[in-house]
Each structure stands twice: as structure tokens, then as C-alpha cells.
């Protein structure tokens, strides 16, 4: 009887076990690329929308509010220029989703809602008239929402994911972000503009 010997490894043995090996390797450092991509685009989205409200802000104070073509170019603009209407790489974030507030200050400090004037001009005048009446914007504010409820309340816009790889991203939320500054000439050109 011949003695049993243990069988040799031909290269084709060896050529199916790098293979397995190939797959179990590049399986899991897709899985860690990707969901470090993910990451990485949710701590852009957090920055970035920081960065549109102050933006949108700054341009709303010295923009013409009562010019609704102007008012979208300020929202576009405010979203890095995108021409899609969207911030890049979050396309749910859009010029619908940056939220303009006029706001009054009362005579103590406190930030107001107020009746808003027809036209920067009369601004203008209500505000040298009384700067803490219901009519005098005083104060600009620029949030991001989902959507915005009765009364002007903000509700928060839901991110999505690019991959469901990165567990608890579906339920995040991109916060607020609201940016409050102190209204300039609200777009008022002595002699121009003028609903007096």
C-alpha cells in the first residue's frame, strides 16, 4: 500500500484563495470609505448651512424686500451661487428651505414680530418716527426650515443620507441655523423706490 502524502497547492488553489481573501478585504474597506464619506458630507451640511443663513442674512439687510426676483437671486446666491437652485451635494437644501423674518425690537430689548412696511422708503420713515413701533424692521433673521408652520415657526429640514450605511443618519436633522443681524437700508435708494 502506498503511503498517503498531503496534496500539494497548485497556483490555482492559490489564485481562488486571494480572490476570497480580495472580497472579504475590499468589502469592508468600501463599507469604512463610504461611511467615512458619509460623515465627512454631514459635518459639511452642518458648517455649510451656518454659513447660507449668514449669507442670506448679511444680503437681506441691504436688499429691496419687496422685490421678489431679488429676494430669490439673495436665497440662490446665499446657496454657494448654485445655479440648481440647491446646495451642492445636499439636494435637499434649496431656495425654498432659507427662511427671510423681518423683525422690530421693543423698547427693552426684545425682538418682535412686526406688521412689515410696504416699501423700504416707509421703513425708512416709521423708523424715524418711532424705532420701536410695530412697522420699524430693526432686525433681520435667516433660518433654514423644512417648512414653516402657522405663526412663522420653523420646523427643522430632515437630512438624507447618500447610503444607509452609517446607522442613526436617516432621523438627523439639519439644524436651524438662524442668523440674527441688525437691518441696514433694506434696499433704500433716496429718490428710487419710493411707495411714499
Same mark, same amino acid.
Given at each position: 500500500?502506498?503511503?498517503?502524502?498531503?496534496?500539494?497547492?497548485?497556483?490555482?488553489?492559490?489564485?481562488?484563495?486571494?480572490?476570497?481573501?480580495?472580497?472579504?478585504?475590499?468589502?469592508?474597506?468600501?463599507?469604512?470609505?463610504?461611511?467615512t464619506?458619509?460623515?465627512?458630507?454631514?459635518?459639511?451640511?452642518?458648517?455649510?448651512?451656518?454659513?447660507?443663513?449668514?449669507?442670506?442674512?448679511r444680503?437681506?439687510?441691504?436688499?429691496?424686500?419687496?422685490?421678489?426676483?431679488?429676494?430669490?437671486?439673495?436665497?440662490?446666491?446665499?446657496?454657494? /451661487?448654485?445655479?440648481? !437652485?440647491?446646495?451642492? +451635494?445636499?439636494?435637499?437644501?434649496?431656495?425654498?428651505? *432659507?427662511?427671510? #423674518?423681518? =423683525? @422690530?425690537?421693543?423698547?427693552?430689548?426684545?425682538?418682535?414680530?412686526?406688521?412689515?412696511?410696504?416699501?423700504?422708503?416707509?421703513?425708512?420713515?416709521?423708523?424715524?418716527?418711532?424705532?420701536h413701533?410695530?412697522?420699524?424692521?430693526?432686525?433681520?433673521?435667516?433660518?433654514?426650515?423644512?417648512?414653516?408652520?402657522?405663526?412663522?415657526?420653523?420646523?427643522?429640514?430632515?437630512?438624507?443620507?447618500?447610503? /444607509?450605511?452609517?446607522? !442613526?443618519?436617516?432621523? +438627523?436633522?439639519?439644524?436651524?441655523?438662524?442668523?440674527? *443681524?441688525?437691518? #441696514?437700508? =433694506? @434696499?433704500?435708494?433716496?429718490?428710487?423706490?419710493?411707495?411714499?
Open positions: 500500500m502506498r503511503p498517503l502524502r498531503p496534496k500539494c497547492w497548485t497556483i490555482n488553489d492559490a489564485r481562488g484563495l486571494v480572490t476570497i481573501e480580495l472580497a472579504l478585504v475590499l468589502g469592508t474597506f468600501l463599507l469604512l470609505v463610504l461611511g464619506l458619509e460623515v465627512a458630507r454631514v459635518m459639511y451640511v452642518l458648517n455649510t448651512v451656518q454659513d447660507v443663513t449668514r449669507v442670506a442674512a444680503a437681506a439687510t441691504v436688499t429691496d424686500f419687496t422685490n421678489a426676483a431679488a429676494m430669490d437671486a439673495l436665497r440662490a446666491r446665499a446657496l454657494l /451661487g448654485s445655479a440648481s !437652485g440647491t446646495l451642492p +451635494l445636499v439636494p435637499e437644501l434649496g431656495t425654498a428651505n *432659507v427662511h427671510i #423674518e423681518y =423683525l @422690530g425690537q421693543s423698547a427693552n430689548g426684545t425682538v418682535t414680530a412686526i406688521t412689515r412696511p410696504q416699501c423700504p422708503a416707509q421703513n425708512v420713515v416709521n423708523c424715524a418716527i418711532s424705532p413701533a410695530g412697522s420699524c424692521i430693526r432686525l433681520v433673521r435667516v433660518s433654514i426650515c423644512g417648512a414653516t408652520g402657522a405663526g412663522g415657526a420653523c420646523t427643522p429640514l430632515n437630512y438624507q443620507p447618500m447610503t /444607509g450605511i452609517v446607522p !442613526g443618519l436617516a432621523s +438627523l436633522s439639519i439644524p436651524p441655523s438662524a442668523t440674527l *443681524v441688525k437691518a #441696514e437700508s =433694506l @434696499g433704500y435708494v433716496q429718490g428710487e423706490n419710493n411707495c411714499l
